[in-house]
């Protein structure tokens, strides 16, 4: 497995979650990586991508609310959510760009 995404589960709307992916050493470096959600019905799409260089990229919906890291001593991207919606509700998967590979996916719930 070259992608392995953790840290989603049940949240009320307000709270905060944190997403963790650890990479491979290889595609961490290389990679611009990033995190998609997929909700019910709705296709995948972007929700924060950060370079190697870290710059970073934000869906319009979670500016100001999520903020994506990446730590290079753990090979780990973050997605830290803060004043989590419901309409943040989908399956979390961590992606690396260049090497078009996908993790497994972590589901995130918010709901009061």
């Known amino acids: 497995v070259q992608l392995q995404a953790s840290g989603g589960g049940l949240a009320q709307p307000g709270d905060s979650l944190r997403l963790s992916c650890a990479a491979s050493?290889?595609?961490?470096?290389?990679?611009?990586m990033g995190w998609y959600r997929q909700a019910p019905g709705i296709q995948r799409h972007m929700v924060a991508v950060i370079s190697p260089s870290n710059r970073t990229t934000y869906a319009d919906s979670v500016k100001g609310r999520f903020t994506i890291s990446r730590e290079s001593a753990k090979s780990t991207v973050f997605l830290q959510m803060n004043s989590l919606k419901p309409e943040d509700t989908g399956v979390y998967y961590c992606?690396?760009?260049?090497?078009?590979?996908w993790g497994q996916g972590t589901l995130v719930t918010v709901s009061s």
């Open positions: 992606y690396a760009l260049h090497s078009r590979a």
């Open positions: 050493s290889t595609i961490f470096s290389f990679n611009d």
